[in-house]
């Protein structure tokens, strides 16, 4: 596993951060409680010590089910969370979670339809200073801590940049001591304006990076945003996204400028071919520096602790891999 250094340590927390961060979304919501802690184990054991986490994640279920697992370790782990987005108010909604789960498990095609009625029932654009500290103060109850080592806006507009008093507010929970880094999550608009503002407060930005935003690569390469951590998202464009990539890995070894040595280690029957040549392009050679995949399975995990450990392309192949699929975007 590799890592980098954690930008602040003025309060004895971790000083490294892995470069595959664990994204806890799924925890508590589609996954229950034994395989989400499995996961989070697996997760650890394979050299991973960031967590991504959120108020709304697993219908607010998720950052407490992460405290329980953190206790013990919390020293070495880093742990990012958001608010900004609320959770479904109510006890209904988790009676009625293990029957849709049960209910997924019988019939995979409701899956699309459950996420969709789970967002429905979530309430974003919440930004005041209000929401602000009841939010974090009720996600350092459920993480069982008395800090967290990054705290980010989850899914902002670009209204947020406007709001002194919020940026005020969250500029002071890390002078406290409550939160190492402040940040920003949201569509690739925002981040750009963040990048172009340089806001006292955010010190990181969050977003999603895949096969469809590539060019989005050439934005985080900039001296603005070389200021901030840059941790990336969604690198597989989710479902759909994956389930295309054997025809884009195809033409990429068909594309202009493609070496022998280079189209030879287009294995398409290979697994490891779409997270060593996806993984890399994002981190090596930009201004990213943490990639969060999907790794809720054993499989995605150990694939992509060995796509960074072990990546059959040079800086050059990947170089020419980001500038093929920026092109590609761009002409879309």
Known sequence: MRYINFPVSDNGGATKISELGFGCAPLMGRVGRGDSLKALHSAEQAGVNFFDTARSYGYGESEGLLGDFLRGRRASMVVCTKFGILPPKGGWKQKVKPLAQAAIRVFPGMRQ?????????????????????????????????????MLIFHAAPVSVLDQDDLLDALGRLVESGKVRMAGISGDHPVIRETFR??????????????????????????????????????????????????????????????????????????????????????????????????????????GNVRALDHCRFTDEELDLIRVELTRRRSAA
Not at 122 to 138: I, P, W, Y
Not at 259 to 270: P, S
């Open 197 to 302: 503002r340089q806001p006292k407060a955010i010190t990181l930005a969050q977003f999603a990076l895949n096969r469809a935003c590539f060019d989005f690569v050439a934005a985080t390469q900039t001296p603005e945003a070389q200021r901030l951590l840059l941790i990336a998202n969604h690198p597989y464009g989710g479902p759909a996204g994956a389930a295309t990539w054997a025809d884009t890995l195809a033409s990429l070894r068909n594309a202009p400028g493609v070496t022998v040595q280079l189209r030879d280690k287009f294995d398409i029957n290979d697994p490891q071919l779409m997270p060593e040549l996806l993984l890399n392009a994002i981190l090596r050679g930009t201004g990213i520096s943490v990639v969060l995949p999907s790794m809720m399975r054993s499989a995605s995990l150990s």
């Open 113 to 149: 339809f459950a996420r969709r009625q789970a967002s429905g029932e979530s309430t974003g654009n919440q930004f005041s200073v209000a929401v602000l500290r009841e939010s974090f103060e009720t996600s350092l109850r459920e993480l069982k801590t008395d800090y967290v080592d």
